[in-house]
């Protein structure tokens, strides 16, 4: 069994920055996706970005995400990183990481993971 535990989150202004935290311990395979996603309020959740932690390569939901977040990962692959720049309003919302199996590819869609974290709390607020 794979946990995640998320941290990081908090209450900024507008422009500011924030990194989240994912740290991933368990039964989980050193060549695995770990992904972030968020929940807006009254919005499905969505994915941002993820990263095979084999090798760190990266992969982004769009090009906009790529743009903001900066997905990374620690030497070990156990705490994977979600750098996030020029926070606004509609970027608040809860935070999660999630692990799932490799494939060819990592992908952000959340069909792909089966391991998730509770979350954090990011609120952008002037």
């Known amino acids: 069994q794979v946990q995640l535990r998320e941290s990081g989150g908090g209450s900024v202004r507008p422009g500011e920055s924030l990194r989240l935290s994912c740290i991933v311990s368990?039964?989980?395979?050193?060549?695995?996706?770990v992904g972030w996603f968020r929940q807006a309020p009254g919005k499905e959740r969505e994915g941002i970005a993820a990263?095979?932690?084999?090798?760190?390569?990266?992969?982004y939901a769009d090009s906009d995400k790529a743009r903001q977040f900066d997905i990374s990962q620690d030497h070990a692959g156990n705490t994977v990183y979600l750098q996030i720049e020029g926070l606004q309003a509609e970027d608040s919302g809860i935070y999660y990481c999630?692990?799932?199996?490799?494939?060819?590819?990592?992908?952000?869609?959340?069909?792909?993971?089966?391991?998730w974290g509770q979350g954090t709390q990011v609120t952008v607020s002037s």
């Open positions: 368990g039964d989980h395979s050193r060549n695995s996706c």
């Open positions: 990263v095979f932690t084999g090798t760190g390569r990266s992969y």
């Open positions: 999630a692990a799932g199996p490799s494939g060819n590819a990592c992908y952000t869609g959340e069909y792909a993971y089966r391991s």
